[in-house]
T-cell receptor, first 118, second 113 residues
């Protein structure tokens, strides 16, 4: 089946550090990838839609200068949390759609990255 | 009003029980519906897509009522391994084929021996 690899799975770092998370589709191509954030006991909240070769589309309330997204190829999107602070500590998950998929086909999720800012 | 609403539970049931989860969505234009399962501190995994005619996969049955904007998931003969959070997921308004999804807050199921 389709596989999405997300790296790293766990990050612990000091406040002020920038953290880069990678999301790769391993056996399919994805023009669109999605970045979600999940706080404890809450559901996944879409942060932004990553579009290959163009700017990402951010959801309301998500700072684009804080969460930098790059989608330079059909198999890789990166999310950089710049100058992270403790309130950015969360579970970040990416998903990807096969570019051949129709709207009623599901997305494939990465394993998630647990980010802890001290 | 939330775009996708679920009863958060938790639902505590004995092994072998039948349990049903409900979900309502606000956007009548939504076309795609899914149930995902999420284990603690893990990523969501697709359980099943939901079709208008209803669909079944083993012990799991999903139903969609477009008129009421209501989705359900029935689990028969519950197993201990069914303990998880079940997420109702709907494609977002105006998303067309972009695949943008809206997640419910999830319903937690605990199956007891």
């Amino acid at each position: 089946g389709a596989v999405v690899s997300q790296h790293p799975s766990r990050v612990i770092c000091k406040s002020g550090t920038s953290v880069k998370i990678e999301c790769r589709s391993l056996d399919f191509q994805a023009t669109t990838m999605f970045w979600y954030r999940q706080f404890p006991k809450q559901s996944l909240m879409l942060m932004a839609t990553s579009n290959e070769g163009s700017k990402a589309t951010y959801e309301q309330g998500v700072e684009k200068d804080k969460f930098l997204i790059n989608h330079a190829s059909l198999t890789l999107s990166t999310l950089t949390v710049t100058s992270a602070h403790p309130e950015d500590s969360s579970f970040y998950i990416c998903s990807a759609r096969d570019l051949r998929a129709t709207s009623n086909q599901p997305q494939h999720f990465g394993d998630g990255t647990r980010l802890s800012i001290l | 009003r939330k775009e996708v609403e679920q009863d958060p539970g938790p639902f505590n049931v004995p092994e072998g029980a039948t349990v049903a989860f409900n979900c309502t969505y606000s956007n009548s234009a939504s076309q795609s519906f899914f149930w995902y399962r999420q284990d603690c501190r893990k990523e969501p995994k697709l359980l099943m897509s939901v079709y208008s005619s209803g669909n079944e996969d083993g012990r799991f049955t999903a139903q969609l009522n477009r008129a009421s904007q209501y989705i359900s998931l029935l689990i028969r003969d519950s197993k201990l391994s069914d303990s998880a959070t079940y997420l109702c997921v709907v494609n977002a308004q105006g998303s067309g084929n972009t695949g943008k999804l809206i997640f419910g807050q999830g319903t937690t199921l605990q199956v007891k021996p």
